[in-house]
């Protein structure tokens, strides 16, 4: 088991970065897929970036692509997702989560383990 905790959200203009982490407070990162999802108001949560557990395979969302970096630091046992050239439509609440099978998955009933979520908040 791991205990994720999601941290680095908040407000920031458009055009600019901020970076999430993802920190394990139990527990290790090294054999778990890490993921990032996002949930906008009135909005179901999506898929926003994958790292699989040895960190040879990484998937984004279309909307992301060229902006946002997801990597891994297992002898931190941390997450990050590094995001720039923020928009308003980034706007959500970033939870990160964990999937035991290690390969890296979109859906999110894939992930076994969740943050409980930090907002990013992008004004114009």
């Known amino acids: 088991q791991v205990q994720l905790v999601d941290s680095g959200g908040g407000l920031v203009l458009a055009g600019g970065s901020l970076r999430l982490s993802c920190a394990a407070s139990s527990g290790t990162t090294r054999d778990y897929a890490m993921a990032w999802f996002r949930q906008a108001p009135g909005r179901e949560r999506e898929f926003v970036a994958t790292i699989s557990s040895n960190g040879g395979y990484k998937r984004y969302t279309d909307s992301v692509k060229g902006r946002f970096a997801i990597s891994r630091d297992d002898a931190k046992n941390t997450a990050y997702l590094q995001m720039n050239s923020l928009r308003p439509s980034d706007t959500a609440v970033y939870y990160c989560?964990?999937?035991?099978?290690?390969?890296?998955?979109?859906?999110?009933?894939?992930?076994?383990?969740w943050g409980k979520g930090t907002q990013v908040t992008v004004s114009t």
């Open positions: 989560a964990a999937d035991e099978a290690g390969r890296g998955a979109v859906r999110a009933n894939r992930y076994q383990y």
